[in-house]
């Protein structure tokens, strides 16, 4: 220890508790001589990059399915339709020959109705505007006329365009005239 005394002190030496190359040290290694602490960061490192890759994934999945769901919904929705364009076409070719306006009126009404009852098994609902109050979040003001009565002043006194709701989700804002 008397040598220890002698030798000069230099700040750029190792840290003396630090382990020398070869020595052993107190960490637990594993059976192939490895520390323990290298094995459980390779083990981590793989289980995120599995991870991540499984994320991303996931995420193309996600994506190819949300595009093939919009479109299978317009495809269910066009199996619908067909058969009211083919409606439309029975009665353009049986009325070309008529003179008869009844006839055709009465042709579109059928046609009309049926597609309006498909659309609201599908959740499109038609609005009411006409005579109730003005609301901003489900109209749209075409312009201002003089109300016909004192009681239609800041209602709506026409409609338009039909305004439609989706569910609960307004789809199309109602074009209305409101009354001043």
């Known amino acids: 220890m008397a040598d220890d005394q002698n030798l000069p002190q230099d700040d750029n030496l190792t840290d003396p508790a630090a382990p020398v190359a070869g020595e052993m040290t107190d960490e637990p290694t594993t059976e192939t001589g490895v520390p323990a602490a290298d094995t459980e960061l390779a083990d981590l490192k793989d289980k995120y990059l599995r991870l991540a890759a499984e994320f991303e994934n996931y995420k193309r999945r996600t994506s190819k399915e949300r595009i093939d769901l919009f479109k299978s919904a317009n495809q269910e929705l066009m199996v619908v339709l067909l058969p009211v364009l083919d409606d439309f076409e029975r009665a353009r070719h049986h009325t070309q020959t008529t003179e008869d306006a009844g006839t055709v009126r009465e042709a579109m009404n059928i046609i009309q109705n ?56 307004v789809l199309r804002h109602a074009k209305v005239v409101l009354g001043q």
């Open 114 to 169: 049926k597609l309006g009852k498909i659309l609201e098994q599908k959740g499109l609902t038609p609005m009411n505007a006409a005579g109730t109050a003005f609301d901003p979040e489900l109209h749209e003001a075409i312009t201002q006329i003089p109300a016909p009565s004192e009681d239609m002043k800041g209602k709506i006194v026409d409609e338009v365009e039909k305004g439609y709701y989706l569910g609960d989700k």
